[in-house]
């Protein structure tokens, strides 16, 4: 019985139940999880009418364990003189995350692009009018009206040129945008927001992640994909999706940090935002920042163009 259990609580991806509530939430803390049983199992092996149980439970979490301790391993990237696309990401948490804080990141760190998940047309305004001298360009995916909690920006220096726009409908929640030409020329550069693994929305989200596939299968071209994903590694439908695509999280030893919920520790959250790479491009580096006004936490990357 303590095995079955642990599997539940720990694996339930193994068993294609992670697509139902509350496991499609739960599972997004496995690493936690993991920890917390290990650490009751080691405890009950004290005891000796529990002692079998406790190694059942102990050899499901050390096999948890085993899944998610590589995230936290960088994998240095090999030399190269290829030119890098920085990408800021940022869940502003319905349009009220402070804008002078992002301005001032967006000023120190001078990105290429900075996705915006959940800002709409008025937060965009207030973003670009905090930063006009930086000579960014916004493009918004929303419909007409809709409040920033359904829309997402994205942000493009002066230096990738005029850049060519396409909303993508991919569910009936949230659009996606995906930009091209200019500097990016044949690089596709897409800003993601999946619908949230909720009873109202669980559906959607099922069907939306999948659809990662269009940028990351093999031969589908250069990719990067930036934003809100509402998934980790430890949901299959995640893990499906972005077959082909390198995670910039995990490539840089930083998978482990939690950028949702903002409130909490960063060993204590999931890591639901994510910048991947697929068709060429290759994750350098990524970095986890803490601005006030979300619930998120922000994701910057750098990206190799190969």
Excluded at 65 to 89: D, E, F, H, I, Y
Excluded at 224 to 235: K, P, S, Y
Aim: net charge neutral; charged share 15%.
């Amino acid at each position: 019985m303590a095995a079955v259990i642990g599997v539940l609580v720990l694996l339930p991806d193994r068993l294609g139940l992670d697509g139902v509530v509350p496991l499609a939430d739960s599972i997004a803390f496995r690493p936690q999880l993991a920890v917390v049983t290990t650490v009751l199992a080691l405890a009950a092996l004290a005891y000796r009418r529990m002692r079998t149980a406790a190694v059942a439970l102990l050899a499901v979490s050390v096999v948890a364990l085993a899944l998610v301790v590589p995230r936290g391993v960088a994998r240095p990237p090999s030399p190269s003189t290829a030119p890098t696309l920085t990408v800021l990401s940022f869940n502003v948490d319905r349009g009220e995350a402070d804008v002078q804080s992002l301005a001032e990141v967006v000023r120190r760190v001078r990105p290429d692009v900075v996705v915006l998940p959940e800002s709409a047309t008025r937060y965009s305004a207030l973003v670009t009018a905090a930063i006009p001298d930086l000579g960014y360009r916004s493009s918004v995916a929303a419909r007409p009206g809709a409040p920033d909690v359904a829309g997402v920006t994205v942000l493009t220096a002066a230096s990738l040129g005029p850049v060519a726009g396409r909303v993508i409908e991919q569910g009936r929640f949230d659009p996606w945008l995906e930009l091209s030409d200019g500097r990016l020329g044949a690089l596709r550069l897409v800003a993601v927001h999946v619908s949230a693994p909720v009873p109202q929305k669980i559906g959607s989200w099922a069907r939306e992640l999948p659809q990662l596939q269009t940028w990351c299968r093999p031969g589908a071209g250069p990719v990067v994909l930036a934003g809100d994903f509402n998934a980790t590694l430890d949901h299959r439908f995640f893990r499906d999706g972005t077959r082909g695509c390198q995670d910039a999280g995990v490539v840089s030893g930083q998978g482990l940090v939690g950028t949702w919920n903002a409130a909490w520790p960063w060993w204590a959250g999931a890591q639901i935002d994510h910048v991947l790479t697929g068709g060429g491009p290759e994750p350098v580096d990524m970095t986890v920042l803490d601005l006030p006004g979300s619930d998120h936490r922000a994701v910057l990357a750098r990206v190799r163009l190969g």
